[in-house]
């Protein structure tokens, strides 16, 4: 690698030979393992184009991207779409294996196939091809004041493949990060996250539960989350805020779905029924038995086998211990798991590419 490669590209993006030099020189090493078959003609040209290729993304983080101050409620179950659409189409190949052919999720030796054309804007390079991969991903939900802006506003940000699948995080800490706003329209910030994206602990204080009831997003009462169902069933984002008294904690985790549950009751309301709550295994537990709570979740309506009755449950995001109203129960100093909170310093950095 000639100084001349490092000058163009340090007049191109304003950073100094030196410190782009060891960006080109990590790069170079993963170049050493991943293609050691290869001549060093060869590993350079490679090692060039990569580099490159860094550099425009680092480009466009730093030109989209903008600051948050904030904190975290919660985080969806860590799904995996690839997963479900392989159990689906194994599920149509056994019910009728000609449909299933003809539909394109499977081959003629009933092989789950990739049956999305495409991927947001862009055209899917697995399309039609053989399910093999992982395709992991979980959202974030919290509550973030843009740079610029005064007012606290709900967020969204979605994680895919390695991202989703290694984020570990600490709800209710005041938190600064960068962040792509890819939407505002619903009522709440759709973020992505960048080459820069990371959550970096504050000492900035914030007022949680005054954010989270001035962050544009309903708050529900317990007694009042079935009809709530109704009236938003079918629709994508029926997320709200409700708030109620904690009946009971199942302290067993469901291998399945990788959540635990809580049931919810309200004796000012004269409740009769309760409301499950199934939140991720990895949320920690910072309240128990009657303490009062807040609840951020998604609302859905079932029904008992042999009854006619719906009922009313939610996929939990977070759950809020009101203040002087917590009886705080035996917890972790840390989620298993997780990378240790560290104050002014980073929580966690996502290294890889947002999807559309």
């Known amino acids: 690698?000639?100084?001349?490669?490092?000058?163009?590209?340090?007049?191109?993006?304003?950073k100094s030979t030196k410190e782009l030099k060891k960006e080109y020189d990590r790069i170079e090493h993963d170049v050493e393992e991943t293609y050691s078959d290869k001549s060093e003609t060869e590993k350079e040209r490679i090692t060039k184009q990569?580099?490159?290729?860094?550099?425009?993304?680092l480009k466009y983080s730093r030109s989209k991207a903008e600051d948050f101050f904030g904190f975290i409620l919660g985080c969806s179950r860590l799904t995996d779409i690839?997963?479900?659409?392989?159990?689906?189409?194994?599920?149509?190949?056994?019910?009728?294996?000609?449909?299933?052919?003809?539909q394109g999720i499977v081959d003629e030796n009933g092989t789950p196939l990739d049956p999305r054309e495409k991927m947001g804007n862009r055209d899917n390079p697995n399309f039609h091809k053989p399910l093999t991969e992982h395709i992991y991903n979980r959202k974030i939900y919290g509550v973030a004041i843009k740079e610029g802006t005064k007012a606290p506003m709900f967020f969204r940000m979605t994680l895919w493949r390695n991202s989703a699948k290694m984020f570990r995080y600490k709800p209710y800490l005041p938190i600064g990060f960068k962040a792509i706003l890819k939407?505002?329209?619903?009522?709440?910030?759709?973020?992505?996250?960048?080459?820069?994206?990371?959550?970096?602990a504050t000492k900035?204080?914030?007022?949680?539960?005054n954010w989270m009831r001035d962050s544009s997003q309903p708050f529900i009462a317990l007694n009042e989350l079935k009809d709530h169902a109704a009236k938003t069933k079918g629709t994508y984002d029926n997320w709200c805020f409700t708030e109620g008294?904690?009946?009971?904690?199942?302290?067993?985790?469901n291998p399945n779905t990788n959540c635990r549950s809580i049931i919810l009751s309200d004796a000012d309301?004269?409740?009769?029924?309760?409301?499950?709550?199934f939140i991720p295994a990895d949320f920690p537990l910072?309240?128990?038995?009657?303490?009062?709570?807040?609840?951020?979740?998604?609302?859905?309506?079932?029904?008992?086998?042999?009854?006619?009755?719906?009922?009313?449950?939610?996929?939990?995001?977070?759950?809020?211990?009101?203040?002087?109203?917590?009886?705080?129960?035996?917890?972790?100093?840390?989620m298993e798991g997780s990378t240790p909170i560290r104050d002014e310093g980073p929580i966690i950095e996502f290294i890889e590419e947002a999807e559309d």
């Open 1 to 14: 690698m000639s100084k001349a490669f490092l000058e163009k590209w340090s007049k191109s993006l304003g």
């Open 50 to 57: 990569l580099f490159g290729k860094h550099m425009r993304r």
């Open 82 to 102: 690839a997963e479900f659409m392989r159990r689906k189409a194994l599920a149509a190949y056994r019910d009728d294996p000609i449909q299933a052919q003809l």
């Open 183 to 200: 939407d505002m329209k619903k009522g709440f910030y759709e973020l992505n996250a960048s080459k820069l994206t990371k959550f970096q």
């Open 204 to 209: 900035r204080t914030i007022d949680f539960e």
């Open 245 to 253: 008294d904690v009946d009971l904690i199942n302290p067993t985790v």
């Open 269 to 277: 309301k004269g409740m009769i029924e309760t409301v499950r709550i």
């Open 286 to 334: 910072a309240f128990s038995e009657l303490s009062r709570v807040i609840v951020l979740g998604k609302v859905r309506l079932w029904k008992r086998e042999g009854e006619a009755e719906e009922r009313v449950s939610m996929e939990g995001y977070s759950v809020f211990a009101l203040p002087g109203q917590t009886i705080v129960g035996p917890q972790p100093t840390e």
